[in-house]
């Protein structure tokens, strides 16, 4: 049974929710391993089909099989450790069955084993989405907070000029610092609330493709 998911915190105070940080790390993570598991998904798909002729394919396909319900476990594994509450809990990692005949069969007619394949599959463009959009946030919510901070050290240059094509921003340019400020301000906690929500939405993915298809 999937434990219940953790209350969602308020918009400031996700800012101290240490489970905010650990899931942006997942999500900024999965561009890592979506490479790894899509090069794994794609490519060991299409050896067991090119030696599916062979006697030696049936082997390798059997292998393919069981190393992604292996890397299924895995990735249930670290979206536990770094999601948290919510995560369903890996089964085993091959089906249940008398002999090892009959936890092949098993592992061949299994949906999950399938499913789990389209999880890798979808994990690449997922993850490329989560890392693009994610470090686009940050880094615009970084710079703004830091517009004040440079600006009260006297660090860098003044807003002057038709900047954006507005030109009341070089007529107020202190008016300017402080709604940078504020903006990265609220920029921040709405970047770490979406991490939040993105990563439920990845574990109910895990849970229809990893665990319960």
Do not use: N
Not at 149 to 177: K, M, N, R
């Amino acid at each position: 049974m999937p434990l219940q998911s953790p209350p969602h915190p308020g918009f400031f105070e996700v800012l101290a929710t240490r489970r905010a940080y650990t899931t942006l790390l997942y999500l900024l993570l999965t561009l890592v391993t979506g490479i790894f598991a899509f090069t794994y998904a794609v490519t060991g798909l299409s050896l067991s089909l090119g030696l599916a002729i062979l006697i030696i394919g049936i082997p390798v396909a059997l292998a393919f099989l069981a190393g992604a319900r292996l890397l299924s476990v895995a990735e249930l594994r670290l979206l536990g450790a770094l999601v948290g509450e919510g995560t369903p809990e890996a089964p085993d990692l091959l089906p249940a069955g008398e002999g090892w005949l009959a936890r092949t069969k098993a592992l061949v007619g299994d949906p999950r084993t399938w499913t789990s394949l389209l999880y890798f599959v979808l994990l690449l463009p997922l993850g490329t989405a989560y890392f693009t959009l994610l470090v686009s946030l940050l880094t615009t919510s970084l710079a703004l907070l830091a517009i004040p901070v440079l600006h009260l050290l006297h660090v860098g240059g003044s807003f002057t000029g038709d900047v954006g094509g507005v030109v009341w921003i070089s007529a107020h340019p202190g008016l300017a610092v402080v709604l940078c400020g504020l903006a990265g301000l609220a920029l921040l906690p709405l970047t770490l609330h979406l991490a939040l929500l993105l990563g439920r939405f990845q574990i109910w993915l895990a849970r229809h493709l990893l665990v319960k298809p």
